[in-house]
């Protein structure tokens, strides 16, 4: 179950990219899918950096 947002991330980045893909064919507007794929790799650093972060005692 711990893996779960690790393997969501992923999966949301591989969607984002095929539609960035689609966008660069001219079948999906590119002024949507640049943003969604850098939120989504945006996100999935963040939560790579903040995993394992030490919280104070």
Known sequence: ???FPFI????????AFFLHLLALL???PIMLS?????VSILIFIFYLNNRRRFKGF
């Open 26 to 28: 001219k079948i999906f």
């Open 8 to 15: 969501a991330m992923i999966l949301f980045i591989l969607a």
């Open 34 to 38: 640049t943003p969604i794929l850098f």
């Open 1 to 3: 179950m711990n893996k």
